[in-house]
Nanobody
Framework: QLQLVESGGGFAQPGGSLRLSCAASGIAMDDYAMSWFRQAPGKEREGVSC???????YYADSVKGRFTISRDNGKSTVWLQMNSLKPDDTGVYYCAAIWRQCPGTPDFWGQGTQVTVSS
């Protein structure tokens, strides 16, 4: 059974850091691009970062230079290191698997993890 399980969300002050993890089971992760999306209250879900199966990475302009996506296919895990956090980074963060390349429509979603940035 396929599962994407996020962890690592929580509370941070502006300027702080959090590291999100997404553990995949039931898929061969090296066949998929792994992506992070987020949804702020009252806003549409938006793409944050993506790592294609060939290792190419993509970032939304709003997080470039602050967030870093990484993956270990052997551990079936993808991470999102979030530094210099801002209140606008608040939202539910979702891990998603996309067949092969970014960008694309996700085939599978995790359940989400809450990130709150506030002073």
């Amino acid at each position: 059974q396929l599962q994407l399980v996020e962890s690592g969300g929580g509370f941070a002050q502006p300027g702080g850091s959090l590291r999100l993890s997404c553990a995949a089971s039931g898929i061969a992760m090296d066949d998929y691009a792994m992506s992070w999306f987020r949804q702020a209250p009252g806003k549409e879900r938006e793409g944050v970062s993506c790592s294609s199966s060939d290792g190419t990475t993509y970032y939304a302009d709003s997080v470039k230079g602050r967030f870093t996506i990484s993956r270990d296919n052997g551990k079936s895990t993808v991470w999102l290191q979030m530094n210099s956090l801002k209140p606008d980074d608040t939202g539910v963060y979702y891990c998603a698997a996309i067949w092969r390349q970014c960008p694309g429509t996700p085939d599978f979603w995790g359940q989400g993890t809450q990130v709150t940035v506030s002073s």
